[in-house]
Nanobody
């Protein structure tokens, strides 16, 4: 059973930074493209960034471009989301997701087979 566990969320002031981590167990991590999505209660889940199974290709939502960076360490079974210049609008629950069907990933949530339970990010002064 593949499991994804996120960590690193918390409260940060506008303009600050956070680094989220997601550890994958129960599968071969390098087989999966990985992605981060976020969701505000009452709203649809929103794509943030994705990275291919080897890590050579990344995709980003416009809202994250230039501020966020996704990376992966296949030796540690971990994907990261470095978030800089955080804005109040970035407040959400952040979820990592894994896809074996789409090795280069993508922005569509239906591509992803496994999901973590999320970590909360609050940007507030």
């Amino acid at each position: 059973q593949v499991q994804l566990v996120e960590s690193g969320g918390g409260l940060v002031q506008p303009g600050g930074s956070l680094r989220l981590s997601c550890v994958v167990s129960g599968g071969t991590f390098s087989d999966y493209a990985m992605a981060w999505f976020r969701q505000v209660p009452g709203k649809e889940r929103e794509f943030v960034q994705a990275i291919s199974w080897i890590g050579g290709t990344t995709y980003s939502a416009d809202s994250a471009q230039g501020r966020f960076s996704i990376s992966r360490d296949n030796a540690k079974n971990t994907v990261y989301l470095q978030m800089n210049s955080l804005e109040v609008e970035d407040t959400a629950d952040y979820y990592c997701a894994a896809s074996k069907r789409a090795p280069y990933g993508g922005s569509v949530s239906a591509l992803y087979d496994y999901w973590g339970r999320g970590t909360q990010v609050t940007v507030s002064s």
